[in-house]
């Protein structure tokens, strides 16, 4: 192996974002895994009032932020919001003005970033683990601009 080459770095990371009302107070969860399905990071937050599709879509790019982060050269992200990932994958047009801004900051995200980003979406039953998580969040009240690692045992301002 030529040793100036860097080793691919693939995360697979699964997010769920939901609020409570439609909008109302929301919370997102994310799981990070390395390409041994080890866990990497455990996270959640708490977003302040979102609507359910903001929620996801605010996920995804606190997802694909850290994946980067973390020096990822692949992101493969799990959702199990279809319209989200129809639109992140530009299959479904983005008419809502709040989701397109963040699409447009995902995509700045991506500009500088040399890697591969693949988007799926899963039913809600594979998904369980984000989903316990941004549970989590809600269960514990986190409050604004507060992060939780899960897997380091500590809020992240």
């Avoid at 039913?123 to 941004?134: M, P």
């Amino acid at each position: 192996m030529n040793t100036t080459e860097s080793p691919i770095k693939k995360l697979s990371i699964y997010i769920d974002g939901w609020a409570r009302g439609n909008p109302g107070p929301s919370w997102i969860g994310v799981a990070i895994y390395n390409n041994e399905a080890t866990p990497i990071e455990m996270r959640y937050k708490f977003l302040g009032i979102e609507t359910n599709n903001r929620a996801e879509a605010i996920g995804a790019k606190y997802g694909i932020q850290r994946g980067i982060e973390l020096g990822a050269t692949e992101i493969v992200l799990y959702m199990d919001s279809l319209i989200i990932a129809e639109q992140l994958n530009g299959r479904f047009k983005i008419s809502n003005k709040g989701l397109r801004e963040i699409h447009l900051a995902i995509q700045w995200l991506l500009t500088d970033w040399n890697g591969k980003l693949s988007v799926y979406h899963i039913r809600r039953e594979f998904n369980q683990e984000a989903d316990r998580l941004s549970n989590k969040a809600m269960d514990e009240g986190s409050g604004p601009r507060r992060v939780y690692d899960w897997v380091n045992k500590c809020y992240l301002d």
